[in-house]
Structure formats: C-alpha cells, structure tokens
C-alpha cells in the first residue's frame, strides 16, 4: 500500500486481539490493539486513526456504542463491526447507525483484509478531501479580506453574523471591491463549507445559453443538446450558488429564480421532472437594485427575496489606511506564486498608491502591484515606476472627478475635489502636513480641520 493506515482493534478476547494484530501488521498497516472500550475512546481523541474494527459484545460498552461514540465525535472514520452472534437484524441496526461493515465470527482471514481495504481507502479519500478543505478555507475563508478601517471590520462584522444562516446574501459594490472573495468567505465559514461552492456569472452569458447553464437541459432539448446535463443549480446542491452580476438577468430568468428561491424546486430545460435542491444563494451587483426596481427592469418580489441580508462593499478609496496593508498582502501572493525575490515599494511609492483614487479598486491595485514587481529589475519599487496614471497629478484629478455621480450636488462636488486635491498635496509632501499646506496655499490649523472634516489620515 502507497501509505500505512492506521487500524484501531478493540475486543475484550485479549487473545483474538493479538492474532488480529499479527495478520494486520503483516499486511503493513500499523495498528493499535485495545481491549478496554473506554481506554480506546480516549486513544482516538488523541491520536490520528483511519479505521475502526470493534468487536460487537463487550461487557462494560457494546460495539453498538462504540459506533455511535465514534461516529459522533469522528464521523469520517470508518467502523467495522464483528460479532460471533450474527443476525439479519443486529446488522441492519449497525449498519443504520454508520457502521463501514458488519462481519460475523468465524471469517477468512482474506474477507476481513478486503473490508479493512477498502475502509482505508475511504478513510484516505475523507483525509484528502479534509486537507483540500482546510486549502479552501485558508485560500477564501474571512481571514483573507485584508484591511483594518473601519469600513472594512464592518464587513467582516456582517460576514460573521450572515455565515452560519441560511438567509439569501445580497453583496454590493463597485467592480474590482472583492464581492466574490466575500461570496466565498460567507461560504466556507458557514454550516454548507463542507458543501460545493459554484459561481456564475450573469453577465458572461447570453440568456439562452445561462438557463441551460443554471437550470441544466435533457437530452434533445435544443440543437446540441447531444446529452442530458446538469446546471449550477443540481451542482451546488447543499453548498452554495454565487450569482455575480444578478442585475443582467432578463426577466424570464428573473421569474425562475423567484421561483427556486420560494420553492427549492425547478425543472430543467427541455424538462418536466421538478428537481428539488438545497442551496444557499448568494448574490452580487455593482449596480442599484433598488433603482432598477422603480424603473421596472428587475422585479420587486425577486429583490425582496434576494435582498434579505445585504453586504454593502466600500470602494478602496474609502479605505485608505488599508492600501498598504493590501500592497504587503499583493506582493507576498504574487512573490510566492511566481517564485521570485521580494521587493519593497519605497515610502514615496506607497504614498502615491494611498492618494490615488482607485476607480478599478482592489482588483486594480492587485495589477498594478503585480506589474512592478514582475517588469521593475531592482529590489526597491520607485515612484518613477509606478504607471503614469498614478504618478500624473493631472491623472489623478481627472479620476477623482470621473468617479463624481451623473447628478451632481455642487457643495458636494467641490468637497470630494477639495478632498482628492489635499490627498495629492499630501502625497507630495511625504505626509508632512506644514508642506502640503504650503503646497496649498492655507494654513496648517485649516489643513487640520479639512483633514478631520474629510476624515483623511494625515500622518
């Protein structure tokens, strides 16, 4: 066998326990024999096993309770059952209860090592399957939103409290915010992590091709439906359905999903067996639902029931004080995933990337730390090698005024340019506030008040 499984035997015949110990280490498992129930209850929370075999008749505790103690507290490890005193009965009734097999005394030395076998192997695939678990958990659990403003911990604050329910998840924001890292993270904190995550995107598909995507199709139910398959809906059964960009439903699709939503149920296309699943929908927009709603291109009844938790996103320019925290998190991905020297922005560089207005967000930033690390030849990453967007002051107040909404309220207006034009006086003067005042053309006490009054960290 490619690796040595661990069998736990447990029978009160000290006798019997020996010869089965002999025969399992001369097959290369290693193997632990215990004759006390209670004694091997204890080794199993200490140490790591792949199998149970207990014997069914035990005086203090039967193989019966054994099972269930074992199954409740590691539902992952097989059990076999032996007995000497075998019935139809006894084995339904272990067997209900989660028992991997049930063997009866006397057997062949070859019945008992087939059933061994194979528990292994399924114990085996349980450990694959629980590592790849917590790879998943690591890679999206709620550890990696990076940030610590306030907006940020107010996100997390509402991952927390949405995961372990089975309300449907309504996340919003601008592009490039991080809707589908929270998506997952809301996941794999939740009761459903052991379950299938599944993502789709609404805008990606014209509407015929994303109902059979969603809902699946049967065989011969369109020109190229050689063979029945299912959709995202059957995929995600237990686990949770991701449906990015929900605003670009067309109102057919909008009109089903009401309905799996209210019912649990749909049929495929071309279908007419309803198919029942248990999912959790979580979905996400950068668009206004609400506004759509008034202007009728997405229906009410489906924004109420999409609409029961909602995850607002903050845009990156309302988080500065995360930026460097992102660049270190950006740079230690990518230097891992390439396998590449480290590098550092300089002090100058980071303040430039704090100050810039960031219209594409995180996604945004994640490629432009991504291209210095990659094209710049040194260890430091200067300003000089920043895009020319970010360096350009006339860039940075062309985006800062492309971000302003279509209506414009004019005191409002002047206030988010007043504020982009003291984040750029500060990024030039390396955050000492007597120059960036001086660049300005005020005083340092009024510097200090538009700080406060604009909530701009400038030290």
């Not at 499984?5 to 399992?24: F, G």
Request: charge should be negative.
């Amino acid at each position: 066998m490619s690796e040595k499984s661990h069998i736990l035997v447990l029978d009160d015949e000290k006798n019997y326990l020996l010869v089965l110990q002999t025969l399992l280490e001369d097959e290369g498992y290693t193997v632990t024999a215990i004759s006390d129930p209670e004694t091997a209850l204890a080794f199993l929370s200490e140490s790591e096993v792949d199998v149970v075999v207990t014997d069914m008749k035990m005086p203090k505790v039967t193989g019966r309770e054994v099972l269930q103690r074992v199954k409740k507290s590691w539902p992952y490890i097989p059990v076999l059952i032996m007995t000497a005193f075998g019935s139809i009965e006894s084995a339904v009734e272990v067997m209900k209860y989660g028992a991997f097999d049930y063997i009866t005394k006397p057997f062949s030395n070859d019945e008992l090592l087939l059933s061994i076998h194979n528990a292994a192997e399924l114990a085996r695939a349980h450990r694959r399957y629980r590592l790849l678990q917590e790879v998943m958990e690591e890679r999206y659990g709620v550890h990696k939103i990076v940030g610590r403003s306030r907006a940020i911990r107010d996100v997390l604050v509402m991952v927390d409290r949405a995961a372990p329910s089975r309300s449907t998840v309504l996340i919003t924001g601008e592009s490039g915010t991080g809707k589908e890292l929270v998506a997952r993270a809301i996941h794999y904190t939740s009761p459903r992590k052991d379950k299938p995550f599944v993502s789709v995107n609404c805008m990606a598909l014209n509407p015929g091709v994303l109902e059979s995507e969603l809902f699946g199709h049967e065989k011969g139910s369109f020109t190229g439906a050689v063979a029945m398959r299912r959709g995202r809906f059957e995929q995600a059964d237990g686990g949770t359905l991701f449906l990015d960009e929900i605003a670009e439903l067309t109102p057919d699709l909008q009109v089903k999903l009401l309905r799996v939503l209210q019912e649990r149920k749909f049929e495929r296309v071309g279908g007419g067996e309803e198919i029942e699943v248990d999912i959790r929908v979580v979905a996400a927009t950068n668009k206004d639902l609400a506004a759509l709603v008034e202007k009728g291109t997405f229906r009410d009844d489906l924004y109420y029931r999409l609409n029961v938790v909602q995850v607002p996103l903050p845009p990156l320019r309302e988080r500065r004080e995360d930026i460097p925290l992102l660049v270190a998190h950006f740079v230690e991905k990518v230097v891992a995933d390439n396998n590449m020297p480290s590098k550092t922005f300089s002090t100058e560089a980071l303040n430039y990337l704090t100050g810039y207005e960031w219209p594409g967000n995180i996604r945004q930033l994640e490629n432009v730390v991504e291209s210095c690390l990659v094209l710049v030849p040194g260890s430091i990453i200067e300003v000089d090698n920043l895009p020319a967007e970010i360096r350009d002051e006339e860039s940075q107040f062309k985006s800062a005024v492309d971000l302003l909404p279509v209506q414009l309220d004019l005191a409002d207006t002047l206030e988010k340019i007043e504020a982009a034009l003291i984040r750029r006086a500060l990024v030039r003067a390396d955050l000492v506030q007597v120059k960036a005042a001086e660049y300005l053309g005020i005083s340092k006490s009024l510097l200090q008040y538009k700080l406060k009054k604009y909530g701009i960290t400038g030290h």
